[in-house]
Structures are given as C-alpha cells and as structure tokens.
C-alpha cells in the first residue's frame, strides 16, 4: 500500500497495474505502514496474461500461492525469479496441468518442503500443510484446466 497511488492526477497512471513488473522507489513512513510511492519504472507489463482468462487466472494463483508462503515486506529474490519466470511463460503461453505443477514444486523446493526421495510427494500438499492452506482459486483453476485438456483431446482424436 502506498499513499497517493491511486489518485486520479497521479503521475503513477498506467504504471501499476496487474502483473507488471517495476521498479518502484518508497519512501517509507515512521508511524504506518502506508508508504509514499516515489517513483515507479516499468519494466515489462506481460500484455499477453491479460490476453486470455485462463493465463490471467494461473497468474493470480501463482501471486496469490506466493502470498501465502511469504512474510510481509521480507526480500526473497529466489521467489521473485520464480514468478517473473512464470509471467514470463504465461506471456506467451497457455497455461496448463504441468506448468502449475511445475510451478508448485519449484515453490516448495524454495520452501524446503519439497521431497526429493518420493518422487509422488504432492508439492502443492506439502504447501498447505505448512502454510496452514492453498489458495481458492486453485481447485477452480485446475477444474478449467483439466476441462480445457479434454477439450483438446477431443480436437486431436
């Protein structure tokens, strides 16, 4: 949160937005935790997760998992790699079953709770059970997934 963002005459416009990636400048207050924006860069927008509902909807599940298994205002550059690489995929690809497993066991790998040793331990499982829970969103988001697949299967045969 940052005071003054979201006025309407800000110079912040069009640069905050969803799923952008920038470099911002706060300044941080003494007595709250509303900050004053500085400066904000953009750095890549990721046009192509506002492109299609299911890139948009895996994206806000990869920010809302990573939310979860993060402390407030704690720097952890590992994870920060991990969802811009993701943004990256989802830019110019559809989502599907194994880039969020894939993205879900890269999580818990970076959390410590991903077992090497039993290659059918369930990354997302080990997730919640550590964080205490996993996003809404993602038994809406793996039922749309799974239905898009069949979809395709169709197409194919």
Known sequence: MAKGARRAKTPFAGKLDLFFESEISVVPS???TLHT???VVV???FPGIRENYL???AAAYFVELI???TERDHHEPELYSLLRRAFGYLDKNNPNLRAISHFETELA????VHDTKRLN????FALGNLFG???LSRTPLLKALASEAKSKAREVA
């Open 30 to 32: 003494r007595k709250s």
């Open 37 to 39: 924006l500085a400066e």
């Open 43 to 45: 750095r890549n927008p």
């Open 55 to 57: 890139r948009t909807q």
């Open 67 to 69: 939310e979860i298994c």
């Open 109 to 112: 790998r970076i959390a410590g």
């Open 121 to 124: 331990a369930d990354p997302a």
């Open 133 to 135: 829970k996993l996003p």
